[in-house]
T-cell receptor, first 109, second 113 residues
Framework: GQQVMQIPQYQHVQEGEDFTTYCNSS?????IQWYKQRPGGHPVFLIQ?????EVKKQKRLTFQFGEAKKNSSLHITATQTTDVGTYFC?????????FGAGTTVTVRA | AAGVIQSPRHLIKEKRETATLKCYPI?????VYWYQQGPGQDPQFLIS???????DKGSIPDRFSAQQFSDYHSELNMSSLELGDSALYFC????????????FGPGTRLLVL
């Protein structure tokens, strides 16, 4: 079945630095979605990428979808304390949404 | 804007008891999904319903069942509860059939003692 791998599992970042989390699927995806879950909260939808090679930006967040539609990345620049949380990618195919294990981000001031 | 509503928010049960979790999707959303999230884990898909019919099944134990009613709300019934069932249970809804963005509810935290 479809598997979505996400790395790294943990990311400890100095405030102001950049970091990237990567997502890889074992199968070609129809789209990929990114969610953020704050500690004690529920997953909140961030963005959906549909087209091969698509790049979308949300302020300091840049999302990319690979040319083969099997991988994606989320890059955050100038990390802030508000970026703390777990970022999940979720690959969509065959009417299923498969979540990656998530990257848990902590920020040191 | 209206969000997904889940009740109860917290539930404590003992082993072998039953529990019923309820989910009220966003108005006009026709698809409901149930997920189980253990501590430090990603949400695991349990089951989904589209237009009141089961549309997909994931890692839902046989002790659990679910249904979607005519008003599109859904209930997850859990029987013979085990300690390992302690988790956060999320309901998500989407509109326009499967494949749309899923909007998650706040979750029900179940503790089995």
């Amino acid at each position: 079945g479809q598997q979505v791998m996400q790395i790294p599992q943990y990311q400890h970042v100095q405030e102001g630095e950049d970091f990237t989390t990567y997502c890889n699927s074992s199968t070609t995806l129809s789209n990929i979605q990114w969610y953020k879950q704050r500690p004690g909260g529920h997953p909140v939808f961030l963005i959906q990428l549909v087209k091969s090679g698509e790049v979308k930006k949300q302020k300091r967040l840049t999302f990319q979808f690979g040319e083969a539609k099997k991988n994606s990345s989320l890059h955050i620049t100038a990390t802030q304390t508000t970026d703390v949380g777990t970022y999940f990618c979720a690959g969509h195919n065959d009417y299923k949404l498969s979540f990656g294990a998530g990257t848990t981000v902590t920020v040191r001031a | 804007a209206a969000g997904v509503i889940q009740s109860p928010r917290h539930l404590i049960k003992e082993k072998r008891e039953t529990a019923t979790l309820k989910c009220y999707p966003i108005p006009r959303h026709d698809t409901v999904y149930w997920y189980q999230q253990g501590p430090g884990q990603d949400p695991q898909f349990l089951i989904s319903f589209y237009e009141k019919m089961q549309s997909d099944k994931g890692s839902i134990p046989d002790r659990f069942s679910a249904q979607q009613f005519s008003d599109y709300h859904s209930e997850l019934n859990m029987s013979s509860l085990e300690l390992g069932d302690s988790a956060l249970y999320f309901c998500a809804s989407s509109g326009g059939g499967q494949g749309e963005t899923q909007y998650f509810g706040p979750g029900t935290r179940l503790l089995v003692l």
